[in-house]
T-cell receptor
Framework: DTGVSQDPRHKITKRGQNVTFRCDPI?????LYWYRQTLGQGPEFLTYFQNEAQLEKSRLLSDRFSAERPKGSFSTLEIQRTEQGDSAMYLCASSPSPTGDPSNQPQHFGDGTRLSIL | QKEVEQDPGPLSVPEGAIVSLNCTYSNSAFQYFMWYRQYSRKGPELLMYTYSSGNKEDGRFTAQVDKSSKYISLFIRDSQPSDSATYLC?????????????FGSGTRLSIRP
């Protein structure tokens, strides 16, 4: 069990550029989540996948954001035409299949990708 | 009103002290309660995960849930400088297909040697 892996750890880009982040979940975890965290705040939910299906998106996820999990393993989060307000830590989490209650499995987080917009 | 309220601190205590961290929440639909520890520039690390009211102990950590008061606590005994971090309370609704976590804003804790 190598934990949730995220790449890159830090991304610096100019406003207006596109960026893509990658998340590799814990193997055999079929649920994968993306969160965003700004300074002094807790993480906020963006979207989640069960296998390759994207089942929920937060209203925080504007049209400039897109997430994929094409084979139900790793996931990518792309931000197009980045804006200053996109500067944040983007966190990925995964959890195993629930047993009974679909909420009953804890989520394990990666160390995030820190995005800085110049 | 936020769904989860957590005092941001910072909280500074001497090494060896007992630390008490707390959160209140407003919606009784929350049934799963967690505490995460987050070091600077790292992701949240799960410390405690509870479902029912009452206490759960793991080493120096005790999580306490009072559903009637909508109040959750984390106690750290014999605190160490390595416990210096931000502590996030987190909640989930039961039978939620999304099972997304709602986090508090975090309490920054510093243990003085």
């Amino acid at each position: 069990d190598t934990g949730v892996s995220q790449d890159p750890r830090h991304k610096i880009t100019k406003r207006g550029q596109n960026v893509t982040f990658r998340c590799d979940p814990i193997s055999e975890h079929n649920r994968l989540y993306w969160y965003r965290q700004t300074l002094g705040q807790g993480p906020e939910f963006l979207t989640y996948f069960q296998n390759e299906a994207q089942l929920e998106k937060s209203r925080l996820l504007s049209d400039r954001f897109s997430a994929e999990r094409p084979k139900g393993s790793f996931s990518t989060l792309e931000i197009q035409r980045t804006e200053q307000g996109d500067s944040a830590m983007y966190l990925c989490a995964s959890s195993p299949s629930p047993t009974g209650d679909p909420s009953n499995q804890p989520q394990h987080f990666g160390d995030g990708t820190r995005l800085s917009i110049l | 009103q936020k769904e989860v309220e957590q005092d941001p601190g910072p909280l500074s205590v001497p090494e060896g002290a007992i630390v008490s961290l707390n959160c209140t929440y407003s919606n009784s639909a929350f049934q799963y309660f967690m505490w995460y520890r987050q070091y600077s520039r790292k992701g949240p690390e799960l410390l405690m995960y509870t479902y029912s009211s009452g206490n759960k102990e793991d080493g120096r950590f005790t999580a306490q849930v009072d559903k009637s008061s909508k109040y959750i606590s984390l106690f750290i005994r014999d605190s160490q400088p390595s416990d210096s971090a931000t502590y996030l309370c987190a909640l989930k609704r039961r039978y939620s297909s999304a099972s997304k976590i709602i986090f508090g804003s975090g309490t920054r804790l510093s243990i003085r040697p």
